[in-house]
């Protein structure tokens, strides 16, 4: 009588773990399938916002007209660099502006027979010393435009040597302007940078910047 009492609850626990099994089985399952669902709108716009940035990129590049692939080619083919557009006033003349120390100079040069003239004199008046006559001529002499143009400058502050300075800067950044394939070579040279040093400032206690008074022991 013990044994059929013990039967139908032995059956019923065996049921319970049965179900209990199940549910473990069809849980993992049903949790694969909320997080796919829960994933798959983040897929959905993580493609979408790859697609939007991939447009982006194309529609700069159609705008700027120019890509990696097309560089590359370009400097494979040797193609030449666009240069600065050339920049005359209305006489068909080039226009810059030169310093050097405390002087400033302002240049025009059009094509000529090479002459020089500083502040309505010829170069050789006003400036005697050929050394400074030379600094003037660099520019031309870099570039192969001896006598080829024609210069009027006019020149204020500092003495002689900053002022031959000052119009040899204003006579490459003309000539560049001019011509400007010419500005590579003048570049190189240096000669487009201002030359940025300056007279020592005077110390107190001192003579100069750095001279001391004389000293006398008696």
Do not use: C
């Amino acid at each position: 009588m013990a044994d059929d009492k013990n039967t139908p609850e032995t059956g019923a626990s065996e049921t319970k773990v049965e179900e209990t099994k199940a549910a473990d089985t069809a849980a993992p399952e049903a949790k694969t399938d909320d997080a796919a669902k829960e994933e798959a709108p983040k897929a959905e716009s993580a493609a979408a916002s790859e697609s939007k940035t991939v447009s982006d990129l194309a529609d700069l590049k159609d705008i700027a007209g120019d890509t990696p692939d097309a560089d590359a080619a370009a400097i494979a083919n040797n193609a030449p660099v666009p240069l600065r557009e050339q920049e005359l006033d209305k006489h068909g003349r080039a226009y810059a502006t030169g310093r050097r120390k405390d002087a400033t100079a302002r240049v025009w040069i059009k094509p000529g027979k090479g002459k020089i003239t500083v502040n309505g004199r010829d170069q050789e008046t006003y400036f005697a010393r050929p050394t400074l006559r030379l600094i003037l001529n660099q520019p031309f002499a870099i570039t192969d435009r001896e006598g080829q143009f024609d210069v009027v400058a006019t020149v204020s502050g500092g003495g002689l040597s900053g002022q031959a300075g000052a119009v040899k800067h204003g006579i490459s950044q003309a000539l560049t302007r001019y011509e400007p394939e010419l500005r590579a070579t003048v570049k190189a040279a240096g000669f487009l940078t201002r030359d940025s040093r300056v007279v020592e400032r005077k110390k107190y206690g001192r003579a100069k910047a750095r001279r001391s008074f004389q000293f006398s022991k008696r």
